[in-house]
């Protein structure tokens, strides 16, 4: 696990078909973590945690894939497809409407980014300046694919512009290294 922000880890293997991980921790001292994504459920560092909660990006294999039963996780509804690159979680729930999802003391802002798939979302962690871009933008404003089926060029380009526009200090890709913006 790899230091990121204060609270927040990362968790990486360099394979090709693998998602980072990040562990955001509980700054009231407790032990409590969060998952953002869960790799492909052989990311090294992920069998050993419980977390309370995971979020998920989006539902590509390779960010859902690490996810167990016992573990409560929540995933956009337009990424309940049933496509064979997109796999929701069964026991997975859908983000609540309102789009913020608060955990301890972190106030996470769940940003609708469609584009990779049509429920690939962006979480804002706005105190911190934390953003998880999930497959929609990586370092160096590299955008994600849209070749794996419901992917749309039109739409990732929005996206992109629209997380361009926060005021971000971190950014949390999916996949390959962080960036620090400021």
């Known amino acids: ?3 990121i922000f204060q609270g927040i880890l990362l968790l990486r293997d360099g394979r090709d078909l693998c998602s980072n991980a990040y562990v955001v921790r ?5 032990e409590k973590i969060l998952l953002v994504d869960s790799g492909d459920g052989k990311l090294e560092g992920v069998a050993g945690l419980e977390p309370e909660l995971v979020l998920l990006t989006h539902g590509h294999f390779d960010h859902t894939g690490g996810v167990k039963k016992r573990w409560r996780a929540l995933l956009h509804e337009g990424d309940f497809l049933g496509d064979r690159f997109i796999r929701a979680p069964a026991h997975a729930e859908k983000y609540p409407l309102e789009m913020r999802v608060r955990w301890r003391d972190w106030n996470f802002e769940i940003i609708h980014t469609p584009g990779h798939t049509p429920g690939s979302v962006s979480i804002f962690e706005r105190k911190s300046g934390v953003l998880f871009s999930g497959d929609t933008l990586f370092s160096e404003g590299i955008l994600g694919r849209t070749d794996l ?3 749309s060029q039109e739409q990732i380009e929005q996206s992109r512009d629209d ?7 971190v950014l949390c890709p999916g996949h390959d290294g962080i960036e620090r913006r400021r």
Do not use: T, V
Not at 163 to 169: E, I, N, R, T
């Open 1 to 3: 696990m790899e230091p």
């Open 149 to 151: 089926g419901f992917g």
């Open 26 to 30: 509980a700054r009231d001292g407790s």
């Open 163 to 169: 997380l361009l526009a926060l005021d971000y200090s």
